[in-house]
């Protein structure tokens, strides 16, 4: 497999579907955004790998955001995976733009979620893309590992049996996804079979073999379909243009109000750390032939 790329594959007889996800530069452009402590760059790397499997299951053209929210050391982690479609209209020829961040504070000790998130929820959002409605999931954050939260998440949410193997350190992170095809019925001597061999890779072969390699070793004997690889990298949508767009949002005199007492607005990215300034000329400027939004009704 080269750096930053997707494998899909199929069992066509056992109607289980799985990905392989590999990445290196665009993990690394994320670790250099902020001096994040070993456990959270871990943590932060597995959900990374974790969204681009899920998001490459699914055929929208927005973008799938996961989030845990928690009361210990690591109170938000937050990835976003977004397709790039490159052949409209057919199920693969797609690439992957990603991007995370997490906000901690203090020790981080290593162990399971709890010690690392405290009582904790999953927050996995669908954003199908061209206006349609966001679709919201919420749970529990359960288990030990982020592999196993996810999976329960799937499983009581969608009805699809997924297993999930996930890896990184500070150079690389990587994962495995075996799931049900969605309308089909799964054999269960297969699908045993299946996930007992995956359940046999190690961390470091995750990360350190090459993705046909991985699949030769664990499914050599399966009849396996392997589809063209798909790129990933790292992307933030941020810009100066939709910060002025929330800027507006909050309205002239609150904007007012902050260049008075700070001399300036200043946004900080907390994606990809890019710094955004609005003196008090941008300020007024933002507002300038700008219809003041409309406040509509919030659904929770």
């Known amino acids: ?57 699914i055929k929208i053209s927005g973008s799938i955001i996961m989030q845990v929210q928690g009361d210990g050391p690591i109170t938000l982690m937050v990835v976003e995976c977004r397709p790039k479609h490159t052949d409209e209209g057919t199920e693969w020829g797609s690439s992957y ?25 999953l927050v996995i959002t ?24 996810i999976d329960d998440y799937l499983e009581r949410s969608e009805q699809l049996p997924t297993r999930m193997w996930l890896a990184a350190d500070g150079q690389q992170a990587a994962g495995l996804l075996l799931q049900r095809l969605p309308g089909s019925e799964i054999d269960a001597e297969h699908w045993n079979r299946l996930t007992t061999l995956s359940a046999t890779i190690t961390d470091r072969e995750l990360l350190e073999l090459e993705g046909r390699e991985v699949l030769h070793r664990l499914f050599h004997e399966e009849d396996l379909q392997l589809f063209p690889e798909e790129p990933v990298r790292f992307h ?8 002025a767009e929330m800027l507006r949002g909050m309205g002239l005199d609150e904007i007012l109000d902050i260049v008075q007492t700070e001399g300036a607005v200043d946004v900080n990215c907390e994606f990809c750390n890019m710094h955004y300034r609005f003196d008090a000329v941008d300020a007024q400027q933002l507002f300038v032939e700008q219809p003041q939004p409309e406040v509509g009704k919030t659904r929770h």
């Open 126 to 149: 669908i954003d199908p893309g061209a206006g349609m409605e966001r679709y919201q999931g919420i749970v529990e954050l359960t288990g030990t590992t982020l592999a196993e939260a």
């Open 97 to 121: 733009e990603l991007r995370g961040m997490a906000l901690w504070s203090g020790e981080v000790p290593a162990g399971d979620l709890a010690a690392s998130f405290g009582t904790g929820r």
């Open 236 to 243: 933030c949508s941020c810009s100066r243009e939709r910060v």
């Open 1 to 57: 497999m080269s750096a930053d790329t997707l494998h899909r594959f199929l069992f066509p007889v056992a109607n289980v579907r799985g990905e392989l996800v590999h990445l290196d530069e665009s993990w690394r452009t994320v670790l250099e955004r902020h001096d994040y402590p070993e456990t959270v760059r871990h943590l932060l790397g597995q959900m990374l790998v974790a969204s681009t499997l899920l998001t490459a299951t």
